[in-house]
């Protein structure tokens, strides 16, 4: 059980340009979970995967945010034409089962400033 | 929609003694599990302990319990014999029972041991 890696640590960028975001679960975990968390703030959830498969997305994915989980392995989250306001931590989440039966298990998240 | 309440933003607590944080939550749903979850500087997010919300019984692990008042949806978690690597931030978490996938996190509370 290695964790769950994301990659990178911190992304410095201006504003306007587009920034990728990997996660890798851990091994044999088939639910991947985003989560956004702003300074002082609690993680906010952005999207989950079952497999390959996206099975919800919140409210706060606008259109300019993707993300994907090929073959059901790692996952990347893009985000295009970046803001002021996506400067944020990104942490990604695994479970082996979904719901609250297996916790969560978190990375170390990417640290994101848009300057 | 279901809230979680994290009402103090820092708290401070002396090496071996016990501190208590406070959450609050809101739900309709009867089915339901609690967390905390402790982030270190620029460390991962692990989970402490977690309470299934049809057990009657407090959650305990190690040094770390919970106070579960279901009808006053309040979690709070105590620590005793605090220990300098017990400083982090503390998130308080909700998720509904079944197939649920996201997590609800509170704003935090920054935990701070003197020696």
């Known amino acids: 059980d290695t964790g769950v890696s994301q990659d990178p640590r911190h992304k410095i960028t201006k504003r306007g340009q587009n920034v990728t975001f990997r996660c890798d679960p851990i091994?044999?975990?088939?639910?991947l979970y985003w989560y956004r968390q702003t300074l002082g703030q609690g993680p906010e959830f952005l999207t989950y995967f079952q497999n390959e498969a996206q099975l919800e997305k919140s409210r706060l994915l606008s259109d300019r945010f993707s993300a994907e989980r090929p073959k059901g392995s790692f996952s990347t989250l893009e985000i295009q034409r970046t803001e002021q306001g996506d400067s944020a931590m990104y942490l990604c989440?695994?479970?082996?089962?979904?719901?609250?039966?297996?916790?969560?298990?978190f990375g170390d998240g990417t640290r994101l400033s848009i300057l | 929609a279901q809230t979680v309440t994290q009402s103090q933003p820092e708290m401070s607590v002396q090496e071996a003694e016990t501190v208590t944080l406070s959450c609050t939550y809101d739900?309709?749903?009867?089915?339901?599990?609690l967390f905390w979850y402790k982030q270190p500087p620029s460390r991962q997010m692990i989970l402490v302990i977690r309470?299934?919300?049809?057990?009657?019984q407090n959650a305990t692990e190690n040094r770390f319990s919970v106070n579960f008042q279901k009808a006053a949806k309040s979690f709070s978690l105590k620590i005793s014999d605090s220990q300098l690597g017990d400083a982090a931030m503390y998130f308080c978490?909700?998720?509904?029972?079944?197939?649920?996938?996201?997590?609800?996190f509170g704003k935090g509370i920054t935990l701070s041991v003197r020696p």
């Open positions: 739900t309709s749903e009867s089915d339901y599990y």
């Open positions: 309470q299934e919300a049809y057990k009657q």
């Open positions: 989440a695994s479970s082996p089962l979904k719901g609250a039966y297996q916790p969560q298990h």
């Open positions: 978490a909700y998720i509904g029972g079944g197939a649920n996938s996201k997590l609800t």
């Open positions: 091994s044999e975990h088939n639910h």
